[in-house]
T-cell receptor, first 113, second 113 residues
Framework: ETGVTQTPRHLVMGMTNKKSLKCEQH?????MYWYKQSAKKPLELMFV???????ENNSVPSRFSPECPNSSHLFLHLHTLQPEDSALYLC????????????FGPGTRLTVT | DQQVKQNSPSLSVQEGRISILNCDYT??????FLWYKKYPAEGPTFLIS?????DKNEDGRFTVFLNKSAKHLSLHIVPSQPGDSAVYFC????????????FGTGTRLTVIP
C-alpha cells in the first residue's frame, strides 16, 4: 500500500451506533488530519495531530473522538451521531506541522440514518 | 464565514485551450496558497502552490498567479487536456500555521475533447 488509505470507504450507521474510521499513511509523515466535507461546503478541518499529540480541535462535538496511537495511524471514533453528520470524512498527512502540502486519503462516505 | 471562495462551481473548456480557475480570499494574513485536484472517489491531490512573496509559480502546464492587493489567485492550465477534468480546490494558510488550511468549495472543470 502506498500513500494514505482509509477504511471503510462507505459506512451507514444508525444514530445509536458506535463505529470507527481508520486512516493509515505509508509516507513516513509526522502530522495527520481529519477533515469533514459536507455537500456544497468547503473542507472543514476537524483535528490535527503532530507526532501523535493532538494540536488542533476545531470546535468539534464530543460525539467525534480521535485517536492517534502512532504517527502512521489515525482513528475517528463515532458515537450517537446525528443525520447532519452525514458527510465525506477525509484523512490527510504531511511531513510535519510546518509543511503546507498535505496528502489526502480517498475518504469515508458516512451516512447517518 | 468563508475565508476562501471559489465563485464558479463549474467551468467547461475545449481541449487545447486555456483553463482559468479563480479563487478569492478575505484574510490578509494568508501567506501560502495551494491548489488541489480531485477525481471522483479519490482524495484531493496536491497540484501546485505559491508563497505570498511571489506573484507567479509555474510547473509544466500549470501556473498559479497571486494578486495580493486584490486578494485573488488563479490557476491557469494550458493546454487543457481531457485528463484535467476534475474538481479543483483552492486552499490558503497563514497566521494559524501551516497545519491549518482553509479550503474553497471547488470548481468542477470539464475539458471537452
Amino acid at each position: 500500500e502506498t500513500g494514505v488509505t482509509q477504511t471503510p470507504r462507505h459506512l451507514v450507521m444508525g444514530m445509536t451506533n458506535k463505529k470507527s474510521l481508520k486512516c493509515e499513511q505509508h509516507l513516513g509523515h509526522n502530522a495527520m488530519y481529519w477533515y469533514k466535507q459536507s455537500a456544497k461546503k468547503p473542507l472543514e478541518l476537524m483535528f490535527v495531530y503532530n507526532f501523535k499529540e493532538q494540536t488542533e480541535n476545531n470546535s468539534v462535538p464530543s460525539r467525534f473522538s480521535p485517536e492517534c496511537p502512532n504517527s502512521s495511524h489515525l482513528f475517528l471514533h463515532l458515537h450517537t451521531l446525528q443525520p447532519e453528520d452525514s458527510a465525506l470524512y477525509l484523512c490527510a498527512s504531511s511531513q510535519d506541522q510546518r509543511t503546507y502540502e498535505q496528502y489526502f486519503g480517498p475518504g469515508t462516505r458516512l451516512t447517518v440514518t | 464565514d468563508q475565508q476562501v471562495k471559489q465563485n464558479s462551481p463549474s467551468l467547461s473548456v475545449q481541449e487545447g485551450r486555456i483553463s482559468i480557475l479563480n479563487c478569492d480570499y478575505t484574510n490578509s494574513m494568508f501567506d501560502y496558497f495551494l491548489w488541489y485536484k480531485k477525481y471522483p472517489a479519490e482524495g484531493p491531490t496536491f497540484l501546485i502552490s505559491i508563497s505570498s512573496i511571489k506573484d507567479k509559480n509555474e510547473d509544466g502546464r500549470f501556473t498559479v498567479f497571486l494578486n495580493k492587493s486584490a486578494k485573488h489567485l488563479s490557476l491557469h492550465i494550458v493546454p487543457s487536456q481531457p485528463g484535467d477534468s476534475a474538481v479543483y480546490f483552492c486552499a490558503a494558510s497563514g497566521e494559524a500555521g501551516a497545519n491549518n488550511l482553509f479550503f474553497g468549495t471547488g470548481t468542477r472543470l470539464t475539458v471537452i475533447p
